[in-house]
């Protein structure tokens, strides 16, 4: 009985080899384009992202993003060609998404290091329930611009105006077709001046001299108050977290600018 080759049993004995490995680098891949592969992890990274922003993870999806990250490599590929990437717009681009992504990745990597404590997000939500007060004020205003056109709709009101309609002509566009109405707020809401003169107020009584913020003049009137509720710390936790984060990035920055030779 005779036997192939040695030569050509040594070809078969490597190609047998390669078969594992060849279906391991396509099962890496989502899709090879003129030999340039496209990596799974891009499909899942793409997908993810469009998961976060609601939508479900479904072969369909999947199979979207597929065509879709084929059809970006084919573009990517043609730019190539043309020498595109040597382009100093391009390349002036390219250098602007590097740092982005770069500054990303600092970011995550620093908050991951230095992650924000419960005790910190229930220390800051205290605080905010602290400054935010005990009561709550629905008041109504008119702005105008100058004091002596504050001054005579105080006089029209004490012969006896009504306060909804002449807050029709506020240059407040926002509340006028309201009356004025500003609803309920605690008076950290407003500029200092206007929150010093509102909480003066007795229930249903108006300013009797005008009031100056940097928006103009102001007539105010209190219409009621009542018992502040703050929301549940549950409720105000996510958007605590990213103020922290906030103020933990802005200070690495001011950190880095500190210790940084800028000419």
């Known amino acids: 009985m005779s036997h192939p080759p040695l030569s050509l049993r040594l070809a078969k004995l490597a190609a047998a080899a390669l078969l594992p490995i060849a279906s391991i680098a396509f099962a890496q891949n989502a899709a090879v384009v003129n030999n340039k592969p496209i ?3 891009r499909v899942d990274d793409f997908v993810a992202a469009l998961v976060a922003q609601g939508r479900p993870d479904t072969p369909e999806l999947r199979a979207a993003v597929r065509d879709e990250l084929i059809a970006r490599e084919l573009f990517v590929q043609e730019a190539e060609k043309k020498g595109l990437p040597r382009n100093a717009d391009v390349q002036r681009q390219l250098d602007n998404l590097r740092q982005d992504v770069l500054i990303r990745a600092l970011i995550r990597d620093y908050l991951k290091a230095n992650p924000v404590k419960d005790e ?10 602290k400054q935010a007060g005990d009561k709550e004020y629905r008041a109504r205003h008119i702005l105008v611009e100058s004091e002596d056109d504050a001054k005579q709709i105080i006089e029209q009101l004490k012969k006896g105006a009504k306060f909804e309609e002449l807050a029709k002509k506020s240059r407040d566009t926002g509340s006028a077709q ?10 950290q809401t407003f500029v200092k001046e206007f929150s010093d003169a509102m909480v003066k107020l007795d229930k249903g009584k108006f300013t009797e001299t005008p009031v100056k913020t940097q928006f103009g003049y102001h007539v105010i009137r209190l219409d009621d108050t009542r018992e502040a509720k703050a929301p549940p710390l549950e409720e105000l936790r996510p958007q605590i977290q990213q103020e922290i984060e906030r103020q933990r990035v802005q200070a690495l920055q001011q950190s880095l600018r500190a210790k940084a030779k800028i000419q």
């Open 120 to 129: 910190e997000i229930k220390a800051e939500y205290e605080k905010v329930r």
């Open 178 to 187: 309201s009356g004025g109405d500003l609803d309920w707020n605690t008076p």
């Open 39 to 41: 990596p799974k992890q």
